[in-house]
């Protein structure tokens, strides 16, 4: 049975820092691309950043303002650990989301299509407010 577990979410101050983890159960975490999506109350799914298997590709996602997440977030990962990592820097209340990650068996596939996660974690809270 796989199982990802993100964890890491909260609540904290605009300019704050937050690291996610996602760690992973029941599948050869090494062969998948993994990512971080997430959703807004009210608002479609965003896909957020994608690493492939080895680390040596990533994608980040835009914002609703048309600016880079790379600016402010760094996707990471662990093979050893079976963890996939969201460092996020800078928050602001616009961060303000479901944060869930995923798993895709192409291990190369950083690009989102329709089909991108075959697995998916239920997902870790992230607010931003003073």
């Known amino acids: 049975q796989v199982e990802l577990v993100e964890s890491g979410g909260g609540l904290v101050q605009p300019g704050d820092s937050l690291r996610l983890s996602c760690e992973a159960s029941?599948?050869?975490?090494?062969?998948?691309?993994m990512g971080w999506f997430r959703q807004a109350p009210g608002k479609e799914r965003e896909p957020v950043a994608f690493?492939?298997?080895?680390?040596?590709?990533?994608?980040?996602?835009?914002?609703r303002n048309g600016v880079s997440m790379k600016e402010r977030f760094t996707i990471s990962r662990d093979n050893e650990k079976k963890t996939l990592y969201l460092q996020m820097n800078s928050l602001k209340p616009e961060d303000t989301a479901v944060y869930y990650c995923?798993?895709?068996?192409?291990?190369?596939?950083?690009?989102?299509?329709?089909?991108?996660?075959?697995?998916w974690g239920q997902g870790t809270q992230v607010t931003v407010a003073s």
């Open positions: 690493i492939s298997w080895s680390g040596t590709m990533t994608r980040y996602g835009v914002t």
């Open positions: 995923a798993a895709d068996p192409r291990p190369y596939r950083v690009d989102v299509d329709a089909q991108w996660g075959e697995y």
């Open positions: 029941g599948l050869t975490f090494s062969g998948y691309a």
